[in-house]
């Protein structure tokens, strides 16, 4: 079983930049597909980023061209880098992590499909 830690939140300013860092522990991360997702408040958790074993990645409509999902398998880290910052992208930023194995890539966008999450970083970004 994996563990998983979120870090690198905090405040921004529109069109600015932070790196979100997901720790693993327990298991090596080249078993699992990650994933990120988003929860703004009043909001129902949604995709953000998906990196699949095979290292294919998906993104949403709404940051595709700003966030990159990287991992570094040697260090058990998967990274989100997030460039020109909007306001919107304000929320709780879940890492998430799946050993199930799929050849159908539209199940990276569901939050079902993984089976282990972080704690949440939360991410500000004032206009």
């Known amino acids: 079983q994996v563990q998983l830690v979120e870090s690198g939140g905090g405040l921004a300013q529109a069109g600015g930049s932070l790196r979100l860092s997901c720790a693993a522990s327990?298991?090596?991360?080249?078993?699992?597909?990650m994933g990120w997702f988003r929860q703004a408040p009043g909001k129902e958790r949604e995709f953000v980023a998906a990196?699949?074993?095979?290292?294919?990645?998906y993104y949403a409509d709404s940051v595709k061209g700003r966030f990159t999902i990287s991992r570094d398998n040697a260090k058990n880290t998967v990274y989100l880098q997030m460039n020109s910052l909007k306001p919107e992208d304000t929320a709780v930023y879940y890492c998430?992590?799946?050993?199930?194995?799929?050849?159908?890539?539209?199940?990276?966008?569901?939050?079902?499909?993984?089976?282990?999450w972080g704690q949440g970083t939360q991410v500000t970004v004032s206009s």
């Open positions: 998430a992590a799946s050993d199930t194995v799929t050849y159908y890539s539209g199940f990276y966008y569901r939050a079902a499909f993984y089976g282990y």
């Open positions: 990196h699949s074993r095979s290292d294919n990645t």
């Open positions: 327990g298991r090596t991360l080249s078993s699992y597909a």
